[in-house]
């Protein structure tokens, strides 16, 4: 696994946003934990609302500002994942 991984949400020729595989794993569970903790606290503020604009655009845009943290939080979540599977058991 190479030193510096990009996120997989920032599709360039140049990544300039990426994750350093090596860093440690609490390090990368706290990365990931922000990111997936953020997004939630949105959606259930939106959830405990009555009234959520129904328009399409506004909806779009919500899913796309959730989806940015989440992908970049999965995709920490993946590189920890590879660090344990790679300790000896």
Sequence with gaps: MNRYMPITGHDC???SLLIDTQAPADVLYEAA???IRA???L???FAARPNIPG???VLQ???LICAIPLR???DVLD???RQLQAQPR
């Design 13 to 15: 020729t140049i990544p």
């Design 33 to 35: 934990a922000y990111r």
């Design 39 to 41: 997004v939630t606290q």
């Design 43 to 45: 959606l259930e503020s």
């Design 55 to 57: 328009d399409a655009v």
């Design 61 to 63: 845009e919500l899913a």
């Design 72 to 74: 970049d939080g999965c």
């Design 79 to 81: 590189v920890l994942g």
